[in-house]
């Protein structure tokens, strides 16, 4: 049973930083890509970055592009998602979720797993 658990959400001013991980046990992750959504209250779940666990080639939202980073350690099961330069416009609940393949979709349907979502908040 594959599972993911997020961790490091939390609230900072405009401007800062925090660091997402997502930890995934069971399945074989290097057969799946990874990717980070956000949810905020009363919008639709949106693609935040996703990333080839296997290549590491990586895909931004364009809202993100140059302020968040995905990366992924191999060794520790382990994906994570950088956050810089955070606008309160960044706040809502992230989600970890697996792909049903080795591509990054930029839809919640070619996902299959999902994490428990964390909340981040940014304050102005």
């Known amino acids: 049973q594959v599972q993911l658990v997020e961790s490091g959400g939390g609230s900072v001013q405009a401007g800062g930083s925090l660091r997402l991980s997502c930890a995934a046990s069971?399945?074989?992750?290097?057969?799946?890509?990874m990717g980070w959504f956000r949810q905020a209250p009363g919008k639709m779940r949106e693609v935040v970055a996703g990333i080839s666990w296997s290549t590491g080639i990586t895909y931004y939202a364009d809202s993100v592009k140059g302020r968040f980073t995905i990366s992924r350690d191999n060794a520790k099961n382990t994906v994570y998602l950088q956050m810089n330069s955070l606008k309160p416009e960044d706040t809502a609940v992230y989600y970890c979720?697996?792909?049903?393949?080795?591509?990054?979709?930029?839809?919640?349907?070619?996902?299959?797993?999902w994490g428990q979502g964390t909340q981040v908040t940014v304050s102005s």
């Open positions: 979720a697996r792909a049903r393949g080795r591509i990054a979709g930029v839809t919640a349907v070619s996902y299959d797993y």
């Open positions: 069971g399945g074989t992750p290097s057969r799946y890509a």
